[in-house]
């Protein structure tokens, strides 16, 4: 029901995965049942079809920047939002079976996001080997269990869960990545605004001379800032791409709801993925005078009062 507390979660699996530990920071073990689901597609198939009631899935990384799956997931089918975002800094390990040496090593699988994360320390320390992609890190991990390769990239939960050997604590090219994820779930009541928030959503823009520049003016006139913008094919023709972005602010924000309104006014289509509190430890830009709340409150007075033959003075 609207409103009701998740208590059922999906998460990209299998276990021991970075979306677990990621959904371990965002819920405590205490508030629900977790269900590992093999893509992001599933995971939030799944909160469509009220299985669960949300899902904690990736959005993008700061080495390889979005994920396709999750973008596009949340574009199509039935509207989700989401309710909040986690922060997770990713360290990539090396894991073996117990008594594999790294000359023993001739085969090594991950996800393709996490195997590009690593892939100058892999090249330099495991030459002529060409790793292969898998599903998640997890996936990896069972795998190398099972023995279908001799070592995975992947998260250090996942050596715990599969009772691998970390050989390389850490083999990233890049210390400090980290991967944003987002919990979301069914449209309903919205998180109240904190005064610190993030608003999502998507924009189809048109074929025609000035569409974007359009779509970023909406945002300028309003001061709104814009923390991510990028462009996605909608699959519909060549020349149509419909726009993945977060802006500063909640749309409860007067500033941020005109220019949602705005949006659906000018562009092809707008679709709502939610406002939540922001988390990545940095604060929204503070707001003009002009775009407080106050000024439109005032604004729309005025223009009350013209329209009811009342001109000040």
Known sequence: MPGTPPTR???????????????????????????????????????????VDAALVPLENSVEGSVPATMDGLADGDPLVITREVFLPVTMTLV????????????VASHPHALAQAARWLSSNLPGISPLPT????????????????????????????????????????????????LVAPPGALPEPTGNDKTSLVVVVGDRTGALLEMLGEFAVRGISLTRIESRPTRQRLGVYSFSLD???HIADARV??????????????????????????????VPESAADASFVEALAWLDGIRAGRFPS
Do not use: W
């Open 257 to 286: 709801g005109e220019a949602l309104a705005a949006l659906h006014r000018v562009s092809d289509g707008v679709r709502f993925l939610g406002s939540y509190a922001r988390a990545d430890d940095r604060e929204n830009k503070p």
């Open 96 to 107: 073996v079976r117990p008594g594999t040496a790294l000359s023993d090593v001739r085969s």
């Open 9 to 51: 979660f999906a998460y990209l699996g299998p276990e021991g995965t970075f979306a677990e530990a990621a959904l371990s920071m965002a819920v405590a073990s205490s508030e629900g049942a977790r269900s590992p689901f093999p893509s992001v597609a599933a995971a939030l198939g799944a909160v469509r079809s009220g299985d």
């Open 247 to 249: 802006c500063e602010g």
């Open 135 to 182: 599903t998640s890190t997890a996936a990896a991990a069972a795998s190398v269990a099972e023995g279908d390769f001799d070592a995975a990239v992947c998260a250090p939960i996942a050596a715990q869960r599969y009772g691998l050997t970390t050989l390389v604590d850490d083999i990233s090219d890049h210390p400090g990545a980290v991967t944003r994820f987002v």
